[in-house]
């Protein structure tokens, strides 16, 4: 059942149990319809503050629907959904503050340099310059960019790209990042790397909502919907899903659910 | 406002990147103010004649020489058969045929009369009717010099006549280039400003970096006009360089106050990069940008009044003229240039830009939608 209230006791971040941590994200009864298609069909969930909430399932069975609805790319048909404390319908510009998204489509500027990339966001999100370049430094510090700064992103290996994107997606300390199916087509070992990121920001204190069909990358989510044919046929930790299941991994798990 | 600037920062880094925008920026406007001006050509010049002369006479002769002394006409040689003429004419190789009956000469001292035939082709009608103006003049000056060489009475009663002095305002000496010139200008910035803007954010969808954008708080003025005022330099600073040319390479006089060409220019750019912004809005591609913008622009330019005068295009042309840009631009450009006309010359074309402009730009910004 889509809305069943989970027991947590799986935290291996964070002190806090995720419910008095409160909800970032609610939705209750989103729906999305193309004509007569149901790209969502009553979706409910909530989203813990600081928890790394995974979003799974297949193509097309809604995922990237629902992540553009909450990041306010695209308007719901009906639905209550509140991002960050705030209402997606009246409150967009309020909510885009404070997420961070990054697209399966590859999305910062290709024709110009990290550097440029990393001030222009920065600019965007009103951030002052000082604080921009502080901050670029830590990030290409961390990243192991400082001696590419002046490169122009089109050179760099995709998985640099991506790392770099997630940074700057989370450049103004949004409260949430979406992101969606962030590792596509790299390297295990840098798919490896991109969720010691992904655990960094958490700790940090944002809440991740990542969208993916790598069954490995569920095992790092603290819960994990699993959508099919639009609606969500089951969310829970990891943990407990193999249980309810009888599965050894969560690849079992996928199959067993969407057939 | 802030946002503005890191926009437009962003965007001339890579206007200045882009390896097709920047030579399209300075070549664009060198070929057309070199190329476009003098390819419009509305003068006539060196039409080709073929002379079939049945008459060979001294009667004849003169006329034939009357024709070869003008550089209007370039006489291709006599022959002595119409066929061969009409084989010419039908060929392309000449644009008009005269022929000389025999006995023209004879005629004229008996009956004081003669007639003689020109073949005209009239696939262009303008150019036809304007090839046998001049015949006819040439034609009736002979007739006059007849009159006086043979019956010698212009000495003592000079046939009664109304002299003509012509003073061809604004254009003194009929430059085609100067007419042209302001008209090709206005071209110019129009493609410039309507192309760049349009294929600019319609790319920024293709790449899908306009994703990563909407997720942002920006606002969509602040988007639009991030997109408009780079290509609103790049083409007032067109312009400058267009009148820079024109200046240098055909001594085009330039009349009236620049600021105020230069004001309305800025004016009239802001309507059409709009509509140039707000087509990309509707767009999903750069091909789709190109086409609809091309229907624009041919539609617009044509019925702009560039090549043929508005107010003899019939009445409801001139009505859809009202909402478009380019007739305003159009005719701005050769009062301002050609005539030195003021501000207050040219309210209407004011008022109705700043309405365009406003429609178009208001437009736009509304079209632009962050939420799918």
């Known amino acids: 059942m889509s809305n069943k209230k989970t027991k947590i006791n799986f935290l291996p971040w964070g002190e806090t149990p995720e419910r008095e941590r409160g909800h970032i994200i609610s939705v209750k009864n989103l729906v999305k319809k193309y004509g007569d298609f149901y790209a969502n069909d009553h979706l409910s969930f909530d989203v813990y503050k600081g928890e790394i909430f995974g979003f799974l399932g297949a193509n097309g069975a809604g995922k990237t629907t629902a992540i553009r609805i909450l990041c306010g790319l695209s308007s719901p048909t009906s639905g209550e959904i509140k991002v960050a404390g705030y209402d997606i319908y009246t409150q967009t510009e309020k909510v885009k503050n404070n997420i961070g998204y990054m697209s399966q489509k590859f999305s910062l500027y290709e024709d110009l340099t990290v550097s440029e990339n990393i001030q222009f966001y920065g600019g965007i999100y009103g951030l002052p310059s000082k604080t921009v370049k502080e901050k670029e430094k830590q990030l290409l510090e961390k990243l192991e960019l400082t001696s590419s700064k002046n490169k122009l992103i089109a050179g760099l290996p995709l998985g640099w790209k991506q790392k770099l994107a997630f940074s700057i997606a989370i450049l103004h300390d949004p409260k949430i990042v979406f992101l969606d199916e962030p590792t596509g087509g790299v390297d295990p070992i840098t798919r490896r790397k991109f969720w010691d990121l992904i655990y960094e920001a958490a700790n940090g204190g944002i809440t991740v909502f990542v969208t993916t069909h790598y069954m490995d990358e569920a095992e790092y989510c603290n819960r994990v919907s699993i959508m099919d044919a639009g609606k969500i046929e089951a969310l829970d930790t990891p943990e407990n899903l193999k249980k309810q299941y009888k599965a050894k991994n969560m690849d079992e798990v996928f199959v067993k659910i969407a057939r | ?372």
């Open chain 2, 1 to 372: 406002m802030k946002t503005i600037l890191y926009i437009l920062k962003k965007e001339f880094r890579q206007i200045f990147r882009n390896k097709t925008m920047l030579p399209m920026i300075i070549v664009v406007p060198l070929v057309q103010m070199l190329v476009l001006v003098f390819a419009a050509n509305l003068n006539l010049r060196k039409i080709d004649v073929v002379v079939v002369d049945h008459d060979l006479s001294e009667a004849s002769r003169q006329l034939v020489g009357k024709f070869d002394g003008i550089p209007f006409f370039n006489l291709k040689g006599a022959n002595f058969s119409i066929e061969s003429a009409e084989e010419k004419l039908e060929a392309g190789k000449a644009e008009m045929a005269m022929v000389i009956p025999p006995n023209f000469e004879r005629k004229l001292i008996r009956e004081n009369h003669s007639s003689l035939q020109l073949l005209i082709n009239a696939i262009d009608g303008n150019s036809a009717q304007l090839i046998y103006a001049y015949s006819q003049a040439i034609i009736s000056g002979f007739n006059k010099t007849l009159v006086a060489d043979w019956k010698g009475i212009a000495e003592f009663s000079p046939p009664v006549s109304v002299d003509i002095a012509e003073n061809y305002w604004f254009n003194k000496e009929l430059d085609y280039k100067w007419y042209m010139a302001p008209g090709i200008l206005a071209i110019l910035v129009t493609v410039i400003g309507m192309f760049l803007s349009g294929m600019n954010l319609v790319r920024e969808k293709e790449m899908g970096t306009i994703e990563q954008l909407n997720v942002t708080p920006i606002k969509k003025y602040q988007f639009i006009l991030g997109k408009l005022i780079p290509f609103w330099v790049i083409a007032l600073l067109d312009l400058a360089l267009g009148l820079f040319i024109a200046k240098l390479a055909f001594n085009l006089p330039i009349v009236g106050s620049l600021w105020l060409l230069f004001g309305f220019a800025g004016l009239y750019l802001v309507s059409v990069l709009g509509l140039g912004l707000l087509i990309s809005t509707l767009s999903n591609t750069q091909q789709q940008v190109m086409y609809v913008s091309f229907f624009f622009m041919m539609l617009f330019i044509l019925m702009g009044g560039i090549f043929t005068p508005v107010e003899s295009m019939p009445s409801w042309a001139q009505e859809v003229d009202r909402v478009n840009p380019i007739y305003y631009f159009m005719r701005i450009m050769r009062m301002v240039v050609l005539k030195g006309s003021g501000f207050f010359d040219l309210l209407e074309e004011f008022f109705s830009l700043l309405a365009l402009g406003i429609l178009f730009i208001g437009l736009a910004i509304w079209r632009y939608r962050k939420t799918a």
